[in-house]
């Protein structure tokens, strides 16, 4: 679905920021619902953690807010694979940046009732696929833990 809606945006020239910005907005809310849903449940706690964390890095009315937290649901129940997002991701954003976004996996991670195993395992390919260093892995972990 994102995968289809860049290959129009491509036909269309280079998009506008705004398409960049929501582009990416949906990616990294996608990447957040899959750590939230890596232990099959996503719990309040975590949507309300996935909207502070978008909120926090966009500048998005309430609208805008819910239907990106909204389109992520879709990519997340309907997805294939995290490339197209991470992607995404990698192609607009400098490594400070996607390491934050890493940082903030862990807070959801540890939002609920503390980091499932599986989250890890979420987190730790998400951060492969954004090419966020082993050693930043450990440092966002160890960040989010203090």
């Known amino acids: 679905m994102l995968k289809q809606f860049l290959e129009k945006i491509k036909q269309l020239g280079e998009p506008e920021a705004d398409e960049t910005d929501h582009l ?7 990447l957040l619902m899959e750590v939230a849903w890596a232990d099959h449940h996503i719990s309040e706690t975590e949507l309300a953690t996935i909207r502070q964390k978008i909120k926090e890095q966009f500048t998005l009315d309430d609208e805008t807010l819910n239907a990106i937290i909204e389109e992520s649901r879709n990519h997340q129940d309907n997805s294939v694979g995290l490339q197209s997002f991470t992607r995404t991701i990698t192609e607009a954003w400098d490594e400070p940046s996607r390491y934050q976004l890493v940082v903030a996996m862990w807070e959801l991670a540890v939002s609920d009732d ?33």
Do not use: N
């Open 24 to 30: 990416v907005a949906i990616a990294a809310a996608t």
């Open 114 to 146: 503390g980091v499932h195993h599986f989250e890890e395992h979420m987190i730790r390919k998400i951060a492969d696929l954004l090419y966020v260093s082993h050693s930043r892995f450990i440092e966002a972990k160890r960040q989010t833990k203090r």
